[in-house]
C-alpha cells in the first residue's frame, strides 16, 4: 500500500487514528522515515499531531516537563536544561538534533537513544495514552506503548552537580554509541546517599544498573570507594553486537566509562 | 495514489506542487521540482548528503515528508549563488579543493551555511561539530574544514 | 605545500607550466554549486524502479521460485529471473581471457553467499517493488557454508563454486600464482635468524557516499542509453553485451561522474539486468542500491591470510622471504584472481631480497564476493609486510628506519617477479621522512641513494 500522512491539530484524534492497523506516529521522522525508506512494510500510515503543546518546554517549581515533539537541538539550547545539554548534543549531527524529539528518543533501537538513557537516569514520568508511567516501566514495554502517542515528559530538576553523562563512540563528534552511560547521584558529607546509573547501548533499550546503585550507597566517589559498583555495573547484561563494537567489547569498557562518570 | 497539495518557497521562488502522500522532501524536491542539488546518499539520515535550510534550521530532507513543509522557506546549494556570483562558501570550496567526488558537497555547503549564517566567526571545533553529520569519503575532512574557516574569514573581510 | 627540489635534480625540469602549479578542478564549479549531473539526478516519464529478491542463506540450493503473488501485486509490470537472461553465466573478466565463467546474473540451481541476485521485480514505484519482491516465494534447501580460508581449504569441504569445482582458482601455474627467486631454503640455512608470522585481515567496503546504480532508457531504435556510475565503462560494456547478447552499438554508455567509487564500482551489476528490464518493458528503468545494499551487496576488499617467514642477518640483509598468501574472493571471481596475481609479484615489498618464494591463492568462500578496492592485492600484503619489517628490526636490534635503507631496492635491482627496477625513489622518501618526523638515523644512510647501491 502507498504511503499516506494524517495529520490532526489534536494529539487526541491523533491517538484515536493511531489505532488503526498498519499506523506509525510521526515525530521528527529520524526514525520512522528512515524505516519507510528501508523498505518496512509493517506500516503505511503516518500520523501526526501539529498540536502546539507537544513543542513546550515548562520549567517550573523544580520540574522540568519536556512535550514529546521537543526536539535534541531545543533542549541543547535552553538556559535552564543546561545539564542535560550535554545528552541532547550526543545525539545525531546537527540537522539530526533539529529533527529528532524526546518522544522519538524513548522509542530508540540500540545503540540510539542517548536521551532516553538521561531519561532514565533521572527518573522521569513519561505521560503515553494519557496517563504517567515511571520511565522503567514505560521502556520495559514499550512495544506496547508504539501504538500510543507520548505527550511529554517530567522529571525533577536534579541538584547542582548530580546529574552526570557521559557516551562513548568511535567517531567524535558524532557517532552512535559503544556506551552511553548516565547518572544521578545524590552525596552527603562525602558519601553517597542515593544513586540511579543508566546504561545505553548495553542492551536493546536503555537499562538500569541497579547492583551498581546499590553499591555505591555509603560509599565516597573515589577509585576506592567505585571499585564494586563498576565491577557489578555489567552484572545480568548481555550486551549487543553490531557494526559499532561486539558485546564483549562493551562489556570490557563499560566499568572503565562508568569509572570516568563516577569519579573522573 | 493519493495527491496532496503543498506551498513553500524553494531559494526564493513560490512552489506549488501536489506530491504523493508521504514522499520525502528530497524526492520532491529532485524528481517534481528539478532540484537535484540535494543528493540521495543513505535516505537513514546517516550520511547528510540531502541537508537542506528549512525555515533557517538545517534538516535532512532524506527524512523529511513534503507535506510537512507547508509554507516553509526552503534553501538549497542550488540557490546560493546570486546573479551568477558564488557564495563566498562555494568559492572556498573551490579554492581549497575541498571538492572531489562532489558527491557531498552540497549537503556539506548546507551544514556550513547553517553554521555561519547564525555564527559567523567559528572556531575550528565549531565547525568540525557542524559538519559531524555529514560524511565525505574522498577529502578527509581537512579541505572542508578550511574551506569553511576560509568562507568565514573572507566574510568578515567583505562585513567591514 | 613544499616541493623539496633538491632530489633528482638533474631529473627536473622548471620550465614546466602545468606540474607543480595549483590548478582549479575542472569539475568544481558544478560540484559547488549542485549542477554536476549525477546518474540518478534523471528522471524520465514513466520510470519502473527495480527491486532485487535476493538470497537469505549463505549457501543453499533453489529447489523453486514461486513469483505468481508477486506477479499480482498493483504497479508489478515484470518480474524477471534467471530464465530471462540470454547468457545467463558471466565473468567480469573474460573480457581478458580469465575464465572460467562461474557467476549468474540471476541464481538459477543456488545460491552462493547471502544477498545473492535472485528475482529482479520491476514496478511503478519502489514501495510497490518492495512490496512485491516481499511477495516472491523462493523454496531453498539449505547448504552448509563455508565461512573462512581455513574452512575452504580443509579436506572435505562443501564445494562453494561448481564451475570451479574446488575452493580456490587454478591459474596455469596450478594452485597458487608462484613467483620463485634465487634458493629461498638456503637462504634460510644462511640466516642468523628466522621469523615466521601470520597476518589476516577482514573485508573493507568502500561506503561511497553516492550508492551503485544506473538509469536505462530505451531510445525506440533498439538502442538503450545507460546512465551508470560505474568506474569500469567498457568492461561494463562489453559483459553487457555478452550477458544479453546485444551488439555494442545497441548499449549507449553514459558515465564517467562517480560520487565516490574506490573500486567499489568496477564490478558489472546492475547494468545488464537494468537494461534487460528496459528492452522488455520498454520503459525507462532505475535500480539504485539502498544504502544496505551497498554496505552487504557490493564487493568489498578481500580478506586475506598471510603466512610470512623471513630470514635475516644480524647486519639487516634480508637473505630470504617466503610467503604463502589467501585471497578471500567470495563466492565468485570477479576481479579477485587477478588481484591474487598481483598480491603474489608485490610480495618481496620495495625491497631486495636474493631468495624468494610466493604462492598466492585465489580462495572461494560462500562470503560476500570481494573485488577491487585501491590497491587491491597489494594493500594489506603492505601491512602485513611492514609490520614484518618492525618485527625483524627489533628481532636483530637495528633502527626500523635503517632497517629499510638497508634493504631498499635500488634502480638496476631485479625484483623476484624479474621485472628491473626503475625509478626508484624509496631511499628518498625515506630520508625526507626522517627529516620530516625528526628520526635520527646514521648520516651514512642520509648519504645514499637509490640510483646505486653505494654505501651498503
Same mark, same amino acid.
Given at each position: 500500500?502507498?504511503?499516506?500522512?494524517?495529520?490532526?491539530?489534536?494529539?487526541?484524534?491523533?491517538?484515536?487514528?493511531?489505532?488503526?492497523?498498519?499506523?506509525?506516529?510521526?515525530?521528527?521522522?529520524?526514525?520512522?522515515?528512515?524505516?519507510?525508506?528501508?523498505?518496512?512494510?509493517?506500516?503505511?500510515?503516518?500520523?501526526?499531531?501539529?498540536?502546539?503543546?507537544?513543542?513546550?518546554?515548562?520549567?517550573?517549581?523544580?520540574?522540568?516537563?519536556?512535550? $514529546? &515533539?521537543?526536539?535534541?537541538? @531545543?533542549?541543547?539550547?535552553?538556559? #535552564?536544561? %543546561? +545539564?542535560?545539554? =550535554? *545528552? /541532547?548534543? !550526543?545525539?545525531?549531527?546537527?540537522?539530526?538534533?533539529?529533527?529528532?524529539?524526546?518522544?522519538?528518543?524513548?522509542?530508540?533501537?540500540?545503540?540510539?537513544?542517548?536521551?532516553?538513557?538521561?531519561?532514565?537516569?533521572?527518573?522521569?514520568?513519561?505521560?503515553?495514552?494519557?496517563?504517567?508511567?515511571?520511565?522503567?516501566?514505560?521502556? $520495559? &514495554?514499550?512495544?506496547?506503548? @508504539?501504538?500510543?502517542?507520548?505527550? #511529554?515528559? %517530567? +522529571?525533577?530538576? =536534579? *541538584? /547542582?552537580? !548530580?546529574?552526570?553523562?557521559?557516551?562513548?563512540?568511535?567517531?567524535?563528534?558524532?557517532?552512535?554509541?559503544?556506551?552511553?552511560?548516565?547518572?544521578?547521584?545524590?552525596?552527603?558529607?562525602?558519601?553517597?546517599?542515593?544513586?540511579?546509573?543508566?546504561?545505553?547501548?548495553?542492551?536493546?533499550?536503555?537499562?538500569?544498573?541497579?547492583? $551498581?546503585?546499590?553499591?555505591?550507597?555509603?560509599?565516597?566517589?573515589?577509585?576506592?570507594?567505585?571499585?564494586?559498583?563498576? *565491577? /557489578?555495573?555489567?552484572?545480568?547484561?548481555?550486551?549487543?553486537?553490531?557494526?559499532?563494537?561486539?558485546?564483549?567489547?562493551?562489556?570490557?569498557?563499560?566499568?572503565?566509562?562508568?569509572?570516568?562518570?563516577?569519579?573522573? | 495514489?493519493?495527491?496532496?497539495?503543498?506551498?513553500?518557497?524553494?531559494?526564493?521562488?513560490?512552489?506549488?506542487?501536489?506530491?504523493?502522500?508521504?514522499?520525502?522532501?528530497?524526492?520532491?524536491?529532485?524528481?517534481?521540482?528539478?532540484?537535484?542539488?540535494?543528493?540521495?546518499?543513505?535516505?537513514?539520515?546517516?550520511?547528510?548528503?540531502?541537508?537542506?535550510?528549512?525555515?533557517?534550521?538545517?534538516?535532512?530532507?532524506?527524512?523529511?515528508?513534503?507535506?510537512?513543509?507547508?509554507?516553509?522557506?526552503?534553501?538549497?546549494?542550488?540557490?546560493?549563488?546570486?546573479?551568477?556570483?558564488?557564495?563566498?562558501?562555494?568559492?572556498?570550496?573551490?579554492?581549497?579543493?575541498?571538492?572531489?567526488?562532489?558527491?557531498?558537497?552540497?549537503?556539506?555547503?548546507?551544514?556550513?551555511?547553517?553554521?555561519?549564517?547564525?555564527?559567523?566567526?567559528?572556531?575550528?571545533?565549531?565547525?568540525?561539530?557542524?559538519?559531524?553529520?555529514?560524511?565525505?569519503?574522498?577529502?578527509?575532512?581537512?579541505?572542508?574544514?578550511?574551506?569553511?574557516?576560509?568562507?568565514?574569514?573572507?566574510?568578515?573581510?567583505?562585513?567591514? | 605545500?613544499?616541493?623539496?627540489?633538491?632530489?633528482?635534480?638533474?631529473?627536473?625540469?622548471?620550465?614546466?607550466?602545468?606540474?607543480?602549479?595549483?590548478?582549479?578542478?575542472?569539475?568544481?564549479?558544478?560540484?559547488?554549486?549542485?549542477?554536476?549531473?549525477?546518474?540518478?539526478?534523471?528522471?524520465?516519464?514513466?520510470?519502473?524502479?527495480?527491486?532485487?529478491?535476493?538470497?537469505?542463506?549463505?549457501?543453499?540450493?533453489?529447489?523453486?521460485?514461486?513469483?505468481?503473488?508477486?506477479?499480482?501485486?498493483?504497479?508489478?509490470?515484470?518480474?524477471?529471473?534467471?530464465?530471462?537472461?540470454?547468457?545467463?553465466?558471466?565473468?567480469?573478466?573474460?573480457?581478458?581471457?580469465?575464465?572460467?565463467?562461474?557467476?549468474?546474473?540471476?541464481?538459477?540451481?543456488?545460491?552462493?553467499?547471502?544477498?545473492?541476485?535472485?528475482?529482479?521485480?520491476?514496478?511503478?514505484?519502489?514501495?510497490?517493488?518492495?512490496?512485491?519482491?516481499?511477495?516472491?516465494?523462493?523454496?531453498?534447501?539449505?547448504?552448509?557454508?563455508?565461512?573462512?580460508?581455513?574452512?575452504?581449504?580443509?579436506?572435505?569441504?562443501?564445494?562453494?563454486?561448481?564451475?570451479?569445482?574446488?575452493?580456490?582458482?587454478?591459474?596455469?601455474?596450478?594452485?597458487?600464482?608462484?613467483?620463485?627467486?634465487?634458493?629461498?631454503?638456503?637462504?634460510?640455512?644462511?640466516?642468523?635468524?628466522?621469523?615466521?608470522?601470520?597476518?589476516?585481515?577482514?573485508?573493507?567496503?568502500?561506503?561511497?557516499?553516492?550508492?551503485?546504480?544506473?538509469?536505462?532508457?530505451?531510445?525506440?531504435?533498439?538502442?538503450?542509453?545507460?546512465?551508470?556510475?560505474?568506474?569500469?565503462?567498457?568492461?561494463?560494456?562489453?559483459?553487457?553485451?555478452?550477458?544479453?547478447?546485444?551488439?555494442?552499438?545497441?548499449?549507449?554508455?553514459?558515465?564517467?561522474?562517480?560520487?565516490?567509487?574506490?573500486?567499489?564500482?568496477?564490478?558489472?551489476?546492475?547494468?545488464?539486468?537494468?537494461?534487460?528490464?528496459?528492452?522488455?518493458?520498454?520503459?525507462?528503468?532505475?535500480?539504485?542500491?539502498?544504502?544496505?545494499?551497498?554496505?552487504?551487496?557490493?564487493?568489498?576488499?578481500?580478506?586475506?591470510?598471510?603466512?610470512?617467514?623471513?630470514?635475516?642477518?644480524?647486519?639487516?640483509?634480508?637473505?630470504?622471504?617466503?610467503?604463502?598468501?589467501?585471497?578471500?574472493?567470495?563466492?565468485?571471481?570477479?576481479?579477485?584472481?587477478?588481484?591474487?596475481?598481483?598480491?603474489?609479484?608485490?610480495?618481496?615489498?620495495?625491497?631486495?631480497?636474493?631468495?624468494?618464494?610466493?604462492?598466492?591463492?585465489?580462495?572461494?568462500?560462500?562470503?560476500?564476493?570481494?573485488?577491487?578496492?585501491?590497491?587491491?592485492?597489494?594493500?594489506?600484503?603492505?601491512?602485513?609486510?611492514?609490520?614484518?619489517?618492525?618485527?625483524?628490526?627489533?628481532?636483530?636490534?637495528?633502527?626500523?628506519?635503517?632497517?629499510?635503507?638497508?634493504?631498499?631496492?635500488?634502480?638496476?635491482?631485479?625484483?623476484?617477479?624479474?621485472?628491473?627496477?626503475?625509478?626508484?625513489?624509496?631511499?628518498?622518501?625515506?630520508?625526507?621522512?626522517?627529516?620530516?618526523?625528526?628520526?635520527?638515523?646514521?648520516?651514512?644512510?642520509?648519504?645514499?641513494?637509490?640510483?646505486?647501491?653505494?654505501?651498503?
Amino acid at each position: 500500500m502507498a504511503l499516506t500522512v494524517r495529520t490532526f491539530p489534536d494529539t487526541g484524534a491523533a491517538a484515536a487514528a493511531l489505532a488503526a492497523a498498519g499506523s506509525r506516529y510521526l515525530g521528527g521522522g529520524t526514525l520512522v522515515v528512515r524505516q519507510a525508506n528501508e523498505g518496512d512494510l509493517s506500516f503505511s500510515t503516518f500520523v501526526r499531531s501539529t498540536d502546539p503543546a507537544l513543542k513546550a518546554i515548562a520549567v517550573e517549581d523544580g520540574r522540568v516537563r519536556l512535550g $514529546a &515533539g521537543v526536539t535534541m537541538a @531545543a533542549i541543547a539550547a535552553h538556559p #535552564a536544561l %543546561a +545539564f542535560l545539554a =550535554p *545528552a /541532547a548534543k !550526543a545525539v545525531g549531527g546537527p540537522a539530526i538534533r533539529n529533527m529528532a524529539t524526546v518522544g522519538g528518543n524513548l522509542f530508540a533501537p540500540s545503540p540510539y537513544g542517548d536521551l532516553a538513557t538521561a531519561l532514565l537516569a533521572l527518573d522521569a514520568t513519561v505521560t503515553v495514552g494519557g496517563a504517567a508511567v515511571p520511565i522503567d516501566l514505560f521502556l $520495559a &514495554g514499550r512495544e506496547r506503548h @508504539a501504538a500510543e502517542i507520548v505527550e #511529554a515528559v %517530567a +522529571f525533577a530538576v =536534579p *541538584a /547542582a552537580g !548530580a546529574f552526570r553523562f557521559r557516551k562513548a563512540s568511535r567517531v567524535k563528534p558524532k557517532g552512535a554509541a559503544v556506551v552511553t552511560v548516565a547518572a544521578l547521584v545524590a552525596t552527603e558529607g562525602g558519601t553517597v546517599t542515593a544513586a540511579r546509573i543508566a546504561l545505553g547501548a548495553m542492551a536493546d533499550r536503555p537499562v538500569r544498573a541497579e547492583a $551498581a546503585e546499590a553499591a555505591l550507597i555509603g560509599r565516597p566517589l573515589t577509585a576506592e570507594g567505585i571499585a564494586e559498583a563498576l *565491577a /557489578a555495573a555489567g552484572d545480568g547484561l548481555d550486551p549487543p553486537t553490531d557494526a559499532i563494537a561486539s558485546g564483549w567489547y562493551r562489556r570490557a569498557v563499560l566499568p572503565v566509562h562508568l569509572g570516568r562518570l563516577l569519579a573522573g | 495514489m493519493a495527491k496532496v497539495p503543498v506551498q513553500f518557497t524553494l531559494n526564493g521562488s513560490e512552489k506549488a506542487e501536489f506530491v504523493e502522500s508521504g514522499a520525502t522532501l528530497l524526492d520532491v524536491l529532485r524528481d517534481k521540482i528539478g532540484d537535484t542539488s540535494p543528493k540521495a546518499g543513505c535516505r537513514q539520515g546517516t550520511c547528510g548528503s540531502c541537508s537542506v535550510i528549512v525555515d533557517g534550521e538545517l534538516r535532512l530532507s532524506c527524512l523529511t515528508l513534503a507535506e510537512t513543509c507547508e509554507g516553509a522557506s526552503i534553501v538549497t546549494t542550488a540557490g546560493l549563488a546570486e546573479g551568477g556570483v558564488l557564495h563566498p562558501l562555494q568559492r572556498a570550496f573551490m579554492d581549497a579543493f575541498a571538492t572531489q567526488c562532489g558527491f557531498c558537497t552540497p549537503g556539506m555547503i548546507m551544514a556550513a551555511k547553517a553554521l555561519l549564517d547564525r555564527n559567523p566567526d567559528p572556531s575550528r571545533d565549531e565547525v568540525v561539530e557542524a559538519i559531524a553529520g555529514n560524511i565525505c569519503r574522498c577529502t578527509g575532512y581537512e579541505p572542508i574544514i578550511e574551506a569553511v574557516l576560509s568562507a568565514a574569514r573572507s566574510n568578515s573581510i567583505s562585513a567591514a | 605545500m613544499e616541493l623539496r627540489k633538491t632530489y633528482f635534480a638533474d631529473e627536473r625540469k622548471d620550465d614546466l607550466h602545468e606540474i607543480g602549479q595549483p590548478r582549479p578542478r575542472s569539475d568544481a564549479l558544478g560540484h559547488v554549486t549542485g549542477k554536476t549531473a549525477f546518474f540518478a539526478d534523471r528522471s524520465f516519464p514513466g520510470m519502473l524502479h527495480l527491486k532485487m529478491v535476493r538470497s537469505p542463506h549463505h549457501h543453499a540450493r533453489i529447489r523453486s521460485i514461486d513469483t505468481s503473488a508477486a506477479q499480482k501485486h498493483p504497479g508489478v509490470v515484470r518480474i524477471l529471473t534467471a530464465k530471462d537472461v540470454p547468457h545467463n553465466l558471466y565473468t567480469i573478466l573474460i573480457l581478458i581471457q580469465v575464465g572460467p565463467e562461474d557467476e549468474h546474473v540471476l541464481a538459477e540451481d543456488k545460491v552462493r553467499w547471502k544477498g545473492e541476485a535472485v528475482v529482479a521485480v520491476l514496478a511503478e514505484t519502489e514501495r510497490a517493488a518492495q512490496e512485491a519482491a516481499a511477495k516472491v516465494e523462493v523454496d531453498y534447501e539449505v547448504l552448509d557454508p563455508v565461512l573462512s580460508i581455513d574452512a575452504a581449504l580443509a579436506p572435505g569441504a562443501p564445494i562453494v563454486n561448481e564451475h570451479h569445482g574446488r575452493n580456490y582458482y587454478l591459474y596455469d601455474s596450478g594452485e597458487a600464482r608462484k613467483v620463485r627467486f634465487g634458493d629461498v631454503e638456503a637462504g634460510f640455512a644462511a640466516a642468523d635468524h628466522i621469523l615466521e608470522q601470520s597476518y589476516a585481515s577482514a573485508p573493507i567496503e568502500h561506503a561511497p557516499t553516492e550508492t551503485t546504480g544506473c538509469i536505462v532508457v530505451p531510445e525506440g531504435s533498439g538502442r538503450f542509453t545507460c546512465y551508470t556510475n560505474t568506474q569500469a565503462m567498457f568492461f561494463t560494456l562489453d559483459n553487457t553485451s555478452i550477458i544479453l547478447q546485444m551488439p555494442g552499438q545497441q548499449l549507449h554508455m553514459v558515465g564517467g561522474t562517480v560520487g565516490g567509487g574506490f573500486g567499489g564500482k568496477v564490478d558489472v551489476i546492475v547494468e545488464p539486468i537494468a537494461i534487460l528490464g528496459a528492452k522488455l518493458t520498454g520503459r525507462p528503468v532505475s535500480f539504485v542500491y539502498s544504502r544496505e545494499e551497498e554496505m552487504q551487496i557490493s564487493s568489498p576488499r578481500a580478506a586475506e591470510k598471510l603466512v610470512i617467514k623471513d630470514g635475516v642477518m644480524k647486519d639487516g640483509r634480508i637473505v630470504a622471504r617466503h610467503v604463502k598468501a589467501y585471497i578471500d574472493a567470495g563466492a565468485y571471481s570477479r576481479h579477485s584472481p587477478y588481484g591474487a596475481q598481483k598480491s603474489a609479484a608485490h610480495f618481496p615489498g620495495p625491497y631486495t631480497i636474493p631468495n624468494v618464494w610466493v604462492d598466492s591463492h585465489c580462495v572461494y568462500t560462500n562470503r560476500t564476493p570481494s573485488s577491487a578496492m585501491r590497491g587491491f592485492g597489494v594493500t594489506i600484503g603492505d601491512f602485513a609486510l611492514e609490520v614484518q619489517m618492525d618485527k625483524l628490526a627489533r628481532l636483530i636490534g637495528m633502527d626500523p628506519l635503517e632497517f629499510r635503507f638497508v634493504n631498499a631496492y635500488r634502480d638496476g635491482d631485479m625484483k623476484a617477479h624479474r621485472q628491473p627496477t626503475e625509478g626508484a625513489a624509496l631511499v628518498e622518501c625515506m630520508q625526507e621522512a626522517a627529516r620530516a618526523a625528526n628520526w635520527p638515523i646514521d648520516e651514512r644512510f642520509m648519504a645514499m641513494s637509490s640510483r646505486t647501491r653505494e654505501g651498503l
